[in-house]
């Protein structure tokens, strides 16, 4: 399947005259750098207005884009060292400057890339973006967003956090809803997000203490913030076309998340299995075979994979480590939309709004509390 054919979030025009740079790890996916080359060829050969920065061991990298036609557009970054998946994210802070992990991301701190894609571990890659590029001011805890299908207009629903953080107190996830919503905005174009905060049901008085104060702050924000609140949403709700972003901590989102795609891999198999199980059902599935195209492209993980790193001083898309050409490929599509949209300075902005009210809040805490 090639990239012509699985259409993912919508992609906006370059501006005349301009080359999007985006700053690609090479190494740290189960398929090796040979899969992330592939995946970038497939998006160069479609968008001429994309460019890369290619890191990893050079000798390797030189074979595998020297053999492409478009070696014009790749830059190669020396990086012989790899953040294994098992690596602690401690150790690769202290030991890892010379890996492509890190190459990758102080492209991004130093200007001269706009994204940041990785397949590597999700812990690492976290924690040096944090380091390298700073979380945005006024943010405690950085969300990643993912991309879910829905059926929606847009084909897609925001869900975040989906694993950078277990915890999330009502003021996080106040912030996370103002992320997911500039997201909303910039990366599908919706210009008023609906929001809606995941819970174990939808009746207000329903949840833990830290999601009902949430609920108050995000619908108090609604209004100055110009998106609308839906209130509490349930599991069932984030395919649907309800909302467009949903609000999570990373525990439950991250459960949710490998949770959908385990299924959506599960039905693609089993239909699989029908289809081909006698004569008349692979006759039929001949007869049926655009429609079945376009079924296994819908639930197709691949087609929306790329979570963002939310909340630091640049972008950072987490690609899937088991990601294949495809799944490269719809990456770097994410990362282009991103970038066109300057979607890190806007969430900045964002972000900064609601600023004053947070500080408002912690003073008046720190005022009740008795001294020591």
Excluded at 297 to 309: L, T
């Amino acid at each position: 399947m090639n990239e012509t054919s699985d259409p993912g979030p919508p992609v906006q025009p370059a501006t005349a005259g301009t080359r999007t740079i985006i700053s690609v790890d090479a190494m740290g996916g189960d398929k090796g750098p040979s899969a992330v080359v592939e995946g970038i060829i497939r998006s160069a050969e479609i968008n001429p207005d994309i460019g890369f920065i290619l890191h990893g061991p050079k000798g390797t990298l030189d074979m595998l884009v020297g053999k492409s036609g478009i070696a014009d557009r790749i830059e190669i970054r020396d990086a012989a060292g790899v953040v294994e998946m098992d690596d602690k994210p401690s150790q690769v802070m202290r030991n890892g400057k010379d890996t492509s992990m890190w190459s990758a991301i102080e492209a991004v701190k130093n200007g001269e890339a706009e994204v940041c894609i990785s397949c590597g571990n999700t812990g690492a890659l976290m924690a040096l973006s944090m380091i390298r590029l700073r979380k945005l001011p006024g943010v405690n805890r950085p969300a990643i967003a993912c991309l879910w299908p829905s059926r929606n207009s847009e084909g897609f629903n925001i869900m975040l956090d989906v694993g950078a953080d277990i915890r999330a107190d009502e003021h996080d996830l106040l912030q996370y809803a103002l992320m997911g919503m500039s997201y909303a905005r910039n990366g599908l174009g919706i210009k008023r997000p609906r929001i809606g905060l995941l819970n174990v049901g939808t009746e207000e008085h329903k949840g833990r203490a830290e999601l009902k104060a949430a609920h108050e702050l995000i619908g108090d924000a609604a209004e100055a913030a110009n998106y609308e609140f839906v209130g509490f949403v349930e599991g069932g709700d984030i395919p649907s076309s309800r909302v467009d972003v949903i609000v999570t901590d990373g525990f439950t989102g991250n459960v949710a998340l490998k949770t959908g795609e385990g299924t959506a891999t599960l039905i693609r198999d089993l239909l699989r299995q029908s289809l081909g199980a006698t004569l008349l059902s692979r006759l039929a599935a001949l007869l049926a075979a655009a429609s079945l195209r376009g079924l296994s492209q819908r639930i197709d993980p691949r087609r929306v994979n790329g979570g963002v790193f939310l909340g630091l001083n640049g972008t950072v898309v987490k690609s899937h480590g088991s990601a294949d050409a495809t799944g490269i490929a719809a990456a770097i599509k994410l990362a282009f939309t991103l970038a066109q949209s300057h979607f890190s300075e806007r969430l900045a902005a964002r972000v900064a709004s609601a600023m004053p009210a947070r500080q408002d809040d912690d003073q008046e805490q720190e005022q009740s509390e008795p001294s020591q």
